[in-house]
């Protein structure tokens, strides 16, 4: 079977982990930032280099094609080239450069294909300069207001419209993705947590993206002295949240093992060493792909007393999202690759939210992972070994290929 | 018995409750502010009206005195006009304005008496401009060293040594309390706790302050994403910190009823409700006056396993104070005296650190408390009825005069 270049591969990841480099093995690289800008001109330079025609839409999303043999809607691939602050060199830049490895093995190689392939770069996926995550491909599927998006601020002020104005990458709302010209998105990621590497597998069939619920909750208690306050008469917001804390993590252990939930964010008030804390609040954040299990959590939180500890409590939701399924025949493609590659694989959900989520509501969609060592992303740690980059390529391009041949 | 003028003692509060008025109830006075500074003007205005001599310290301390009939060593009163941000029109200002009405009472009502008298307003005594707290009795009885002290700056980068020259309260270091010249502190205070009103005393005869530990705790796991990291691979720190927080409050509430402990400090890190916490911190505070019991809590803190729910436990002590005994024979007039007006009173120790605590390293010292309504304090809903600071006021008066005659 045809492979991509291992060579190439690598020289790919080296020169793009050089923008926003941090200098202790990863990169910031916040989105329309100038390290973001040069990587878009050097994924710009190389597909021109391949003879690839670039379209930017009114979001910035880049779109670099090789025109296909008849006139058929494109197949996409592709991801992000933005990170978090101190983020790794493999979230979203890999599966713009697995993309680019296959769009470049196609030319080289001369591999036939009746469709447009169009490598595709998403702004501003992560939200980490301006909120919120998966801006661009949310804005195209009519999921966030473009007005709304425009008016959102960085840590310094500079608007979202002002920053993609000065980017030199906003082009005109005519080139955005639409289902009259484009008929797939594989969108390959690294997995972002530890299961394909402690499963032993290369690669992970994504069958969809799991729904989610997001909570806060509020015990609110009474701040009072440290040192003049006896314990029975405290109302100590902590020590409540620490028993409502407890007794979540005991229900919902009761449920389905692929239930994960998070208590990822606390904040104490007033938060000083010499008073009892008056409120402290939590988030809860609990995915699971069947929405019976979900529903099993909601009641759990449903039953938490609205008194503990003689402090208040109260519950809301933040926000949620439904259990997506990407497109059957694409993941059975990746599958069938992965089979004929002889790579090792499983099928899985994604966690995490990624822009095929988005766009698979408008084409059908999918995702390819790969592993990420001690499950570590968004973070300078992040990595994934070159084999299983290779890999993923390769997977990548042989489900383009069938996809193009369907 | 002669008693203190309930009019003039409701004048003083009113007035002093213009200087930093939030305009809810409560003051903004930090220490050496322009609100203090008024608050310190209008004290020595009326200090001069009662034909005190004033004089201040290196710290800008305050002494003001009546001058006594023989030469002997002075008897001090007091205590701080500062306030912490949002703060109540009780805590530190009581002090110094029940002193100065038993002055007023000494003078109006010419009650004859061999030693000088002298009311005395602290210097940064909340710590909440310029740590730490307690500064100026701190310097002067040699626990901080002044350098150190000049060098703290506010938030907006002003030096202690800035606010104090431009205060024009600086004065001369021999001007400082000393014991060849002072005999004796009583400092009336809000008791900051619940106790008195609870137990319903008017007044709270101080035996000492508590000794008391704070540690802070700090446990490590891992950060990984809340979507993609299954639970069975999770190192989550917030949850170990929630176990840990749990015991301690298991084990400690098997000892001794009047040990009080608070976690009233945590933060957790990256603190974003999509990852698992890596590192969560949060703070012990544990007092109680009997150092047997203090042993205990310690023992049990080094019981705390190292590794809990896969996450990596260490711990370490911030400060520690011993517990401080006042000096007997003032303590027993203070309860005479409250006997003598017929007031309700109680022994108890403080919790919270006072100016007195330090003086009565060098003088012997004592302090009476007045409740606080529902415990509040530092806070705008801190709160001590009319009557009871005109008991305290009494009492206060008294224990001077009990100590003048000895």
Same mark, same amino acid.
């Given at each position: 079977m045809i492979s991509c270049s291992i060579k190439r591969m690598e020289d790919k990841i080296v020169t793009f982990s050089k923008f926003?480099?941090?200098?202790?093995?990863?990169?910031?690289?916040?989105?329309?930032?100038?390290?973001?800008?040069e990587a878009r001109n050097e994924f710009c330079k190389r597909c021109k280099e391949l003879g690839m025609e670039i379209k930017t839409d009114d979001m910035a999303n880049i779109y670099a094609t090789i025109p296909g043999e008849e006139d058929l809607p494109a197949i996409m691939m592709g991801s992000h080239l933005d990170s978090v602050v101190q983020g790794g060199n493999?979230?979203?830049?890999? &599966? $713009?450069?697995?993309?680019?490895?296959?769009?470049?093995?196609?030319?080289?190689?001369? +591999?036939?294909? %009746?469709?447009?392939?169009?490598?595709?770069?998403?702004?501003?996926?992560?939200?980490?300069?301006?909120?919120?995550?998966?801006m661009s491909s949310g804005v195209i599927t009519g999921k966030f207001k473009k007005e709304v998006m425009l008016?959102?601020?960085?840590?310094? &002020? $500079?608007?979202?419209?002002?920053a993609l104005e000065a980017s030199?990458?906003?082009?005109? +709302?005519?080139? %955005?993705?639409?289902?009259n010209d484009y008929m797939a998105l594989v969108e390959l990621h690294v997995e972002q947590g530890p299961v394909l590497e402690a499963e032993k597998k290369d690669i992970g069939i994504v069958e969809g993206v799991v729904g989610m619920i997001n909570y806060e909750f509020t015990l609110t208690g009474q701040a009072d002295h440290a040192g003049s306050t006896p314990m029975k008469y405290r109302k100590d917001a902590l020590f409540a949240a620490t028993k409502v804390i407890g007794y979540?993590?005991?229900?919902?252990?009761?449920?389905?093992?692929?239930?994960?939930?998070?208590?990822?964010?606390?904040?104490?008030s007033p938060n000083i060493h010499t008073v009892i804390p008056e409120v402290v609040k939590f988030t809860l954040d609990a995915r699971h792909q069947d929405?019976?299990?979900?529903?099993?959590?909601?009641?759990?939180?449903?039953?938490?007393?609205?008194?503990?500890?003689?402090?208040?409590?109260?519950?809301?939701?933040?926000?949620?999202?439904?259990?997506?399924?990407?497109?059957?025949?694409?993941?059975?493609?990746?599958?069938?690759?992965?089979?004929?590659?002889?790579?090792?694989?499983?099928?899985?959900?994604?966690?995490?939210?990624h822009d095929a989520q988005y766009i698979s509501d408008i084409i059908p969609s999918t995702m390819i992972?790969?592993?990420?060592?001690?499950?570590h992303s968004h973070c300078e740690k992040e990595f994934t070994p070159l084999e299983n980059c290779l890999k993923g390529a390769n997977v990548l391009l042989q489900t383009i290929l069938d996809i193009d041949r369907k």
């Open positions: 926003g480099d941090t200098g202790r093995g990863g990169i910031t690289r916040l989105s329309l930032s100038p390290e973001a800008l493999y979230d979203g830049v890999m &599966g $713009v450069l697995t993309a680019l490895e296959a769009a470049e093995t196609i030319v080289t190689e001369k +591999i036939g294909h %009746r469709h447009p392939i169009t490598v595709v770069v998403w702004t501003n996926e992560e939200g980490a300069r301006f909120e919120p995550a998966m008016a959102s601020k960085d840590t310094k &002020g $500079v608007t979202f419209k002002e030199g990458y906003m082009g005109d +709302i005519e080139n %955005r993705m639409n289902p979540l993590h005991e229900e919902f252990d009761k449920l389905d093992s692929k239930l994960v939930y998070t208590t990822g964010r606390i904040t104490a929405p019976e299990v979900i529903k099993q959590v909601v009641e759990i939180i449903q039953k938490v007393p609205s008194e503990i500890e003689k402090c208040q409590m109260s519950f809301k939701e933040l926000w949620s999202r439904k259990t997506i399924a990407f497109y059957e025949e694409y993941v059975d493609f990746v599958e069938k690759n992965a089979n004929e590659y002889e790579y090792s694989s499983m099928r899985l959900y994604s966690g995490p939210g992972f790969i592993p990420s060592e001690n499950g």
